[in-house]
């Protein structure tokens, strides 16, 4: 990225296919003669403000535990990083743009979400999954056989994606073969188990909360159940996609805050004691995804 960057600022064309935004973005820095490391401070500050933003506005009381997990778990920084501005910006504005969606606004979050793909083609998904939480009511029950069945073909290592990916890919374009030799996940059934765990934890916090009904406020009451949904999806997308480390940590990405978030609103069945009890083991098993970066061969 840099040395692309100060290949653009020296006059040389634009010679990367990226997303038409990204291009439009190095472009107006180059011309104002920022150098790469102001460039990308500043995209970053606008990231975390837009982040930020969201958190406060989903989730007022635990904001700060937000976003200090945010960004000391490695599945929710380091590999969505990797793709610096573009995903990184990408994320920050889908949030803020589902903040706009549920605050009724009509136009403007669309607009957010256009901006959003023109920094990285994988919001289109993002906001597939988005669309499917609030319009299809999939109740906690279903979630709950989807993550048995998800959870178990996890443990038995029957990855399902990945044999439909390496069908596809044969027949769509066999240059996409290298992705599938380099993004492979290997993990001892110690891990396995650990991770399942985690997942587990994070699931039974989930379901509680959703069966509790015991979310941030009245003016969420409409879509309570829909932000739940989402809160969900950053359980169930890492145990589906496995296979894809790079993949399934990014589009787990795209719904982390409301996983943190809707999770920290079952503490409180607990009182203070109790609860900090609780939010240790819940930091120190958010550490076990941080040994899956550590020996993925892409890393």
């Known amino acids: 990225y840099e040395a692309h960057y100060l290949q653009v ?17 190095v472009r107006v820095f180059s011309f104002l003669g920022f150098e790469f490391h102001q460039f990308i401070a500043v995209v970053s500050v606008v990231e975390i403000l837009l982040i930020a933003s969201a958190v406060r506005f989903f989730f007022p009381k635990y904001c700060l535990w937000i976003m200090a997990l945010m960004y000391a778990i490695p599945d929710f ?6 793709s610096l501005v573009r995903q990184g910006l ?4 889908f949030f803020y743009g589902v903040r706009c969606y549920v605050g009724n606004r009509k136009l403007l979050p669309w607009l957010v979400f256009g901006l959003a793909i023109s920094f ?3 919001v289109i998904g993002a906001l597939f999954f988005l669309l499917l939480a609030f319009k299809v009511k999939i109740s906690k029950n279903v979630f709950a056989i989807l993550f048995t069945v998800a959870c178990s073909l996890y443990l038995l290592s029957i990855d399902v994606v990945r044999s439909l990916v390496e069908s596809l890919v044969l ?11 380099r993004d492979v996940y290997n993990a001892s059934l110690l891990y396995r188990g650990m991770y399942a765990a985690v997942s587990l934890f994070a699931f039974v916090l989930l379901y509680v909360s959703w069966d509790r009904r015991i979310f941030v406020g009245e003016r969420f009451s409409s879509s ?14 890492p145990l589906v996609v496995y296979g894809f480390p790079t993949f399934s940590t990014r589009y787990q990405y795209f719904f982390c805050i409301f996983t943190l978030g809707v999770s920290l609103t079952a503490l409180e069945f607990f009182n203070a004691r109790d609860k900090l009890i609780v939010f ?6 958010a550490c076990v995804p941080f040994y899956r970066f550590l020996v993925s061969p892409l890393s």
């Open 171 to 181: 027949y769509l374009d066999p240059k996409y073969l290298i992705y599938l030799q």
């Open 120 to 122: 990285h083609y994988s």
């Open 77 to 82: 920084y380091l590999i969505p990083s990797f």
């Open 224 to 237: 309570e159940s829909s932000i739940h949904r989402l809160a969900m999806l950053g359980v169930l997308i």
């Open 90 to 93: 990408a994320v920050s504005l």
């Open 280 to 285: 240790v083991i819940t930091c120190l098993l």
């Open 9 to 25: 600022s020296t006059g040389d064309i634009f010679n990367l296919n990226f997303e038409f935004g990204y291009e439009i973005l």
